[in-house]
DNA sequence: GGTTGACTTCGAGTGCCCTCGAACTGGAAG
DNA sequence: CTTCCAGTTCGAGGGCACTCGAAGTCAACC
């Protein structure tokens, strides 16, 4: 019932599994100062709490729906920096999420041009039969 | 009513407008063999025509649905050889359509994230105001 | 107590997709 | 006839997001 048992503390490779990240990323976005410094053990080596972990999920969605990695680093000092910056944060995800729906709706015209051409090739090729 | 009045033929930078990529890029492209070498006029310069449009038109909509070059190279060799590629060429658009489907689904389980975000800080804020 | 394997840092390298600079050419307008 | 602009080729350069190699450390297991 102790905090070492309450808490879960992971590796960076274990991080990495359940991100869906490499290790190598993983430091880098530390580097990037997309991740505040992780904590370290007594060797020196970064435990991942929940938090972390949860904070990287966030991180891959954000790149996921296209974010760039310099927008995302513009978040994470937002988020470093406490209450203050929450109304700023939520401008920065309504923002985003407009973008996302601009693309979705591309990838929907797009659709329908792939839809076209698979067509036009099937009447080709019954033409051709 | 002769050939010349009737074809278009766009140079460059016209072209390129109207597909709305640069003139480096139209010629990068078809360096890349993702268009068939371009007619040129009698000054060497390249001259589109409404199909060499079309073409680059497509080439946007499958780059812009995250179609890597590579692919794109692909689809052009197999346009080249006529015909007896529609199959193929039909089942590389079903495979890239299928990609497609699943980065949208893959889009809107993103949304909902984003939106449980915004959610989340509209909450904070309350809660602070 | 030695081997193994995952960790550490650092800087360099990679892959993709353009993007551009340099040097040149040729047609069109004033 | 000069000026200008848009085109030409070639190879180099750039931005982005990782990805990796090297050299070293350390905890864990046999």
């Known amino acids: 019932m102790d905090i070492s048992t309450r808490e879960m503390s992971l590796?960076?490779?274990?991080?990495?599994?359940?991100?869906?990240?490499?290790?190598?990323t993983l430091r880098w976005y530390e580097q990037e100062g997309l991740v505040a410094p992780v904590g370290?053990?007594?060797?020196?080596?970064?435990?991942?709490?929940?938090?972390?972990?949860n904070?990287?999920?966030?991180?891959?969605?954000?790149?996921?729906?296209?974010?760039?990695?310099?927008?995302?680093?513009?978040?994470?000092?937002?988020?470093?920096q406490g209450d203050r910056t929450l109304g700023a944060r939520r401008a920065l995800f309504e923002a985003h999420r407009s973008r996302v729906l601009a693309r979705m709706a591309e990838l929907e015209e797009d659709l329908k041009v792939l839809d076209y051409k698979i067509d036009a090739y099937r009447r080709a090729e019954e033409e051709l039969a």
Do not use: H, I, N
């Open 55 to 80: 904070w990287l999920f966030l991180l891959t969605r954000l790149r996921r729906t296209g974010m760039p990695v310099r927008d995302m680093r513009r978040y994470a000092e937002l988020a470093r």
């Open 11 to 24: 590796t960076v490779g274990e991080a990495a599994e359940r991100v869906g990240l490499t290790t190598y």
């Open 40 to 53: 370290r053990d007594s060797a020196g080596r970064r435990r991942y709490t929940e938090s972390d972990v």
